[in-house]
Structure formats: C-alpha cells, structure tokens
C-alpha cells in the first residue's frame, strides 16, 4: 500500500477543521451569537467542499485505500510492536460515500442551528466534535483511533439532547446514551480479545484483517467474537431489539441533532459491522449473518407497522428510520456484492432524506411548537415550498424510481432474494408499508381541510431552503445518475472477504 501524505492530509482536515472550529469557537465571547453562527456556516461549507472532493478525487480502477496518511504514536514498546498504534487514516470506496454523506449533513445541520439563541456557541462546539468523530470513525485505518473516533461522536449527544432537546430530553438523552455505552462496552471487549487472539502487537486495521482472513485469530474465536462486533455496532445502527433509543433519541433531540443522529451517526453502527465484523473477521461473519438478517428483517417490517401507528412527526420519522436500518442489516446479510452495495448505498440515502425529514419537522416545530399531526391540515395551501421539500423526502422514503431510495433498495431487494427470498419478500411488505404511513401522513396534513389555526404560519426561510435544497439534490443525483455511487461503492465491496457476486 503506497502513502499519498499530500492526499492524506485532505483526509486529515476534514478530522481538523470541526476540532479548530470548536477550538476557535471557545474563545469567542458567548455574546458574538451571529460570530458563532458565521464561523459555523463557513466550517460546514469547508467541510462539505472537503467531502465532495474526497469522493470525486477517490479512483475506481485504484487501489482500495487510497489518500493514505500515518503518524506513528506508540510502538516497540511493553505488548505493542511496530507501528503498534498509529493515526493511520484513508479512504475506500465506502468511507468515500459516507463522507459526502458526513459533509452535506454536517453543513444543513449547521445551516439549520441558526435559530438557537441559548447558549448557540456550547451547542456548535459539541456539534463539531461530535462530526470530528464521525469522520475520524469512517477514515480510521487503526483499531485504536477507530474506537476514539467512535466514541468521540456518540458522548456529545448527551449534551446536546438533554440541554437543547425538548419532550423528556433528559429521559431520552439518558437512555441513549445508556444503550450506546452498553453497546461500546461490547466492542471494547471485542477490540481486545482481537488483539489479543492476532498476537502481532499492533492496532494497524490492515495487518488485524490479514490475520483475520490467514487463520491467524482461529474460526472459533472468530465466531465468539463476531456478536460482541455486531451487536455493539448494532445498538447504534438501531438493530432490533436495540432499537428502543433511536425513536426516544429522534422525538428529545434538537432539528440539527436529529438530523446528523439519523443521517449520519446511525450509520456508523453499520459502518462498524462492515469493518470490525465482515473484515476483521470473515469466518465469524459467515456463520453469523443469518441471525443478522433475520433481526434485520425484524427491524424493517416492526418499524414501519410502528411508524403507521404514531401521530407524532418525530416518532414517525424515528420508527422508519428504524426501518431502514433495517434494510441496511439485510444488504450487509447477504453477503453478496450487489446486496452489500445496497447497503452502503442505503446508508447514503436514508441519511440525506431523513436529515430532509427532521429539517421540515424543524422548520414546522419552531413555529406551532407541535408535531401532532392530527393538528394539521391543509398546509399545502399556507407552507407550499414545505410541503414539496416534505414530499421530495416522503417519496424518496418510499423509494420512488429517480430519487436516491429506488436506487438504493431496488440494490438490497435484488441481493436479498438471491440468498433469501422469502426474507426478499418481507422487506418489500416492510416498503409497502412505508408508503402506507407516508400517504396517510400526506393525506392528513397537506391535503386534508385546513385548520384555521395554522392560517399564519410562515413558510420556509431562506437558510433552510438552502439547507433543503443541498439535500434533495444529494438525492436526486443519486437516483438518476447511480454510476459514481455504485462504482466508489462496488470497487471495495467486491474486495470483502467472503463476498460473493
């Protein structure tokens, strides 16, 4: 593998810049609110254009990881050998994807947080760190840095939902935070038992995968230390019956912290399952992705029956994306290249649609300050351009052909009945019923009679119209030109160990 630091350090900047904003943003008196804000838009356009490039800069017909960057931190010394822990970053065709993911998200999400007035510069410094994290986790090439990364962008929720959330903020940033504790409690154990079980002294991702795949940690360690992986990486992808955070998370948290909490961070779980179960250990993988599909397949139709049977926009969106976490456990199940593409591309297109969903609940919540939608009626007439930006994200929920959705599950439907074709056929009655809730929903608030109420609400401003309209692009562009996005993602999809085609 060659070492492309001047790439590299592209790859490092998006770990940078949201660390140099939080710095920059603790020495800026708390009373320069529109100061907060200014450098908030400005690091989320950097981080954005940093994104775009690092996914149109990544060669299909290249190596895998490529824009690679390491700093050794510790090595020959007490357990660790060479290169023992080093910050070792790069991008495959995966990570590639879900930092354009990371990068849009990230600057709406800032875009959309223009309107808090408590405390805005405590809340950009957490929302920063959080992202750090979260590009730290999709570019770490080292088992250490990884888990950091990974922590690094799950502890700011706490805060940030219990100090700016609403509706039981305290209560659903207590049991969320709870769960994904328990949950990297699993992966810690499982860090160590693989490192233990390699035995070559180091946290270099590379090197574990290659003793993962040559025997090196034995098949049956393999198979005990598979679940600690998947499930401690499930409990942030809302794998079922871990899924009970997710729903309680979405409905406390504020606009941009629901946003990136299920456009991005839910993503890393299943991220996770990618690197430390189907690359770390293949065998383990094997033998256990029944199981996983069958609990996939259980999230996807228990959280679209759910979301048909909540009134609350928030919980709506929250069990559906619970739903379609659910597909994305199903592409990675397969264990074929076209279901696990799916996958990944899944991953992309739920979150620039959620983040869509949770962006129009937001613009709505701050002025009638409620998300019952039996409330609601007729607001096609009074809140146009909110209603089409709604509807842009509800058809592309239910995967309409030329929106991101279609693109994305017509992948993991085609994978999923070559392994499994009656599990192939529950995801497409979980997609029914997708556009079940979706049409009930649309009948209700957009076209129902108009509640006089609502006559004075106002419609979308020009920030979130900014916002919304980098995100439908993100979606149309990858329902009607799915090349850049299949290739990226395929060209390290079929380098998986035990992936078939």
Same mark, same amino acid.
């Given at each position: 593998?060659? %070492?492309?630091?001047?790439?590299?350090?592209?790859?490092? $900047?998006?770990?940078?810049?949201?660390?140099?904003?939080?710095?920059?943003?603790?020495?800026? *008196?708390?009373?320069?609110?529109? $100061?907060?804000?200014?450098?908030?838009? =400005?690091?989320?356009?950097?981080?954005?254009?940093?994104?775009?490039?690092?996914?149109?800069?990544?060669?299909?017909?290249?190596?895998?990881?490529?824009?690679?960057?390491?700093?050794?931190? =510790?090595?020959?010394?007490?357990?660790?050998?060479?290169?023992?822990?080093?910050?070792?970053?790069?991008?495959?065709?995966?990570?590639?994807?879900?930092?354009?993911?990371?990068?849009?998200?990230?600057?709406?999400?800032? /875009?959309?947080?223009?309107?808090?007035?408590?405390?805005?510069?405590?809340?950009?410094?957490?929302?920063?760190?959080?992202?750090?994290?979260?590009?730290?986790?999709?570019?770490?090439?080292?088992?250490?840095?990884?888990?950091?990364?990974?922590?690094?962008? =799950?502890?700011?929720?706490?805060?940030?939902?219990?100090?700016?959330?609403?509706?039981?903020?305290?209560?659903?940033?207590?049991?969320?935070?709870?769960?994904?504790?328990?949950?990297?409690?699993?992966?810690?154990?499982?860090?160590?038992?693989?490192?233990?079980?390699?035995?070559?002294?180091? %946290?270099?991702?590379?090197?574990?995968?290659?003793?993962?795949?040559?025997?090196?940690?034995? *098949?049956?360690?393999?198979?005990?230390?598979?679940?600690?992986?998947?499930?401690?990486?499930?409990?942030?992808?809302?794998?079922?019956?871990?899924?009970?955070?997710?729903?309680?998370?979405?409905?406390?948290?504020?606009?941009?912290?629901?946003?990136?909490?299920?456009?991005?961070?839910?993503?890393?779980?299943?991220?996770?399952?990618?690197? /430390?179960?189907?690359?770390?250990?293949?065998?383990?993988?094997?033998?256990?992705?029944?199981?996983?599909?069958?609990?996939?397949?259980?999230? $996807?139709?228990?959280?679209?029956?759910?979301?048909?049977?909540?009134?609350?926009?928030?919980?709506?969106?929250?069990?559906?994306?619970?739903?379609?976490?659910?597909?994305?456990?199903?592409?990675?199940?397969?264990?074929?290249?076209?279901?696990?593409?799916?996958?990944?591309?899944?991953?992309?297109?739920?979150?620039?649609?959620?983040?869509?969903? %949770?962006?129009?609940?937001?613009? /709505?919540?701050?002025?009638?300050?409620?998300?019952?939608?039996?409330?609601?009626?007729?607001?096609?007439?009074?809140?146009?351009?909110?209603?089409?930006?709604?509807?842009?994200?509800?058809?592309?929920?239910?995967?309409?052909?030329?929106?991101?959705?279609?693109?994305?599950?017509?992948?993991?439907?085609?994978?999923?009945?070559?392994?499994?074709?009656?599990?192939?056929?529950?995801?497409?009655?979980? $997609?029914?019923?997708?556009?079940?809730?979706?049409?009930?929903? %649309?009948?209700?608030?957009?076209?129902? *009679?108009?509640?006089?109420?609502?006559?004075? /609400?106002?419609?979308?401003?020009?920030?979130?119209?900014?916002?919304?309209?980098?995100?439908?692009?993100?979606?149309?562009?990858?329902?009607?030109?799915?090349?850049?996005?299949?290739?990226?993602?395929?060209?390290?999809?079929?380098?998986?160990?035990?992936?078939?085609?």
């Amino acid at each position: 593998m060659t %070492f492309d630091e001047g790439q590299g350090y592209v790859v490092l $900047a998006t770990i940078a810049v949201p660390l140099l904003a939080a710095l920059i943003l603790v020495f800026t *008196p708390g009373s320069q609110k529109m $100061a907060v804000r200014y450098i908030s838009a =400005v690091t989320g356009a950097i981080l954005a254009a940093l994104s775009i490039y690092i996914f149109t800069a990544y060669q299909v017909d290249g190596d895998q990881a490529q824009m690679n960057l390491r700093w050794t931190w =510790v090595e020959n010394t007490a357990f660790l050998g060479e290169n023992g822990i080093a910050l070792r970053l790069a991008v495959d065709g995966i990570s590639a994807l879900l930092a354009l993911l990371t990068g849009v998200v990230a600057f709406a999400g800032a /875009l959309a947080s223009w309107k808090i007035e408590y405390r805005n510069k405590d809340f950009y410094i957490l929302y920063w760190i959080l992202l750090a994290g979260v590009f730290g986790t999709f570019f770490a090439y080292d088992l250490f840095f990884f888990f950091f990364f990974y922590e690094l962008a =799950v502890m700011p929720l706490y805060l940030l939902i219990g100090v700016w959330g609403s509706t039981r903020k305290e209560y659903g940033a207590a049991k969320l935070t709870l769960m994904l504790v328990g949950g990297s409690v699993l992966i810690w154990i499982g860090i160590f038992a693989v490192f233990h079980q390699a035995n070559i002294g180091t %946290f270099d991702l590379p090197s574990l995968w290659a003793a993962g795949q040559n025997g090196a940690i034995s *098949p049956t360690a393999q198979k005990v230390i598979f679940p600690l992986m998947a499930v401690g990486c499930g409990v942030l992808a809302a794998l079922w019956p871990f899924h009970t955070w997710s729903p309680d998370g979405h409905m406390s948290a504020p606009t941009a912290v629901s946003m990136v909490h299920a456009g991005v961070l839910m993503k890393l779980g299943a991220f996770g399952i990618i690197r /430390l179960g189907i690359q770390l250990l293949p065998e383990g993988a094997e033998f256990w992705m029944p199981a996983l599909m069958v609990l996939g397949t259980i999230g $996807a139709v228990y959280g679209a029956t759910a979301a048909l049977t909540q009134r609350d926009f928030k919980l709506i969106s929250g069990y559906s994306s619970v739903s379609h976490m659910g597909y994305v456990l199903m592409g990675l199940a397969t264990m074929n290249t076209i279901g696990i593409t799916g996958a990944v591309l899944q991953m992309f297109s739920h979150g620039v649609m959620t983040a869509l969903v %949770f962006l129009m609940i937001g613009a /709505l919540y701050d002025q009638a300050h409620t998300r019952d939608m039996k409330e609601f009626g007729g607001l096609a007439k009074v809140m146009p351009l909110w209603v089409i930006f709604y509807a842009i994200a509800g058809l592309a929920n239910v995967g309409l052909p030329g929106f991101s959705g279609f693109t994305a599950e017509f992948h993991i439907f085609v994978g999923t009945f070559r392994t499994y074709p009656v599990f192939g056929a529950l995801a497409i009655f979980a $997609a029914a019923l997708a556009a079940a809730y979706m049409l009930r929903m %649309f009948a209700t608030v957009f076209f129902g *009679p108009t509640n006089p109420h609502w006559k004075d /609400l106002k419609d979308l401003t020009p920030i979130e119209r900014l916002s919304g309209a980098m995100l439908i692009a993100s979606i149309v562009i990858m329902g009607v030109w799915w090349a850049p996005f299949t290739d990226r993602v395929g060209h390290t999809v079929t380098l998986l160990p035990g992936v078939t085609g």
